[in-house]
Nanobody, 123 residues
Framework: QVQLVESGGGLVQAGDSLRLSCAAS????????MAWFRQAPGKEREFVAA???????NYADSVKGRFTISGDNAKATVYLQMNNLKPEDTAVYFC?????????????????WGQGTQVTVSS
């Protein structure tokens, strides 16, 4: 069983940066694929980025070149560095995990989820 806790959200202005963190419990973090999803009001939860246990990354087209996902196995933590934020990035950001996952963009591929952290970008 893995528990995921996100942090780092907040209110920023367009063009600013934020770094989200997702701390995982459990001893097998290094075997997990981890991902970030987001959900804006009235919209479905959408894929943002993923990283496999081998370090392969996958990004949604809307964030390529602006967001970077990374992981620290020693700290059992995955990060999402978000640069040049836009108002359309405003959402609740969720961390997700899947043991032996492939870094999929599909929600159904992940069986562990955090509670989410709010990111608000003002124009």
């Amino acid at each position: 069983q893995v528990q995921l806790v996100e942090s780092g959200g907040g209110l920023v202005q367009a063009g600013d940066s934020l770094r989200l963190s997702c701390a995982a419990s459990g001893r097998t973090f290094s075997s997990y694929a981890m991902a970030w999803f987001r959900q804006a009001p009235g919209k479905e939860r959408e894929f943002v980025a993923a990283i496999t246990s081998g370090g392969t990354t996958n990004y949604a087209d809307s964030v390529k070149g602006r967001f970077t996902i990374s992981g620290d196995n020693a700290k059992a933590t995955v990060y999402l560095q978000m640069n040049n934020l836009k108002p359309e990035d405003t959402a609740v950001y969720f961390c997700a995990g899947a043991r032996y996952g492939l870094g999929s963009s599909m929600r159904s591929a992940y069986n562990y989820w955090g509670q989410g952290t709010q990111v608000t970008v003002s124009s």
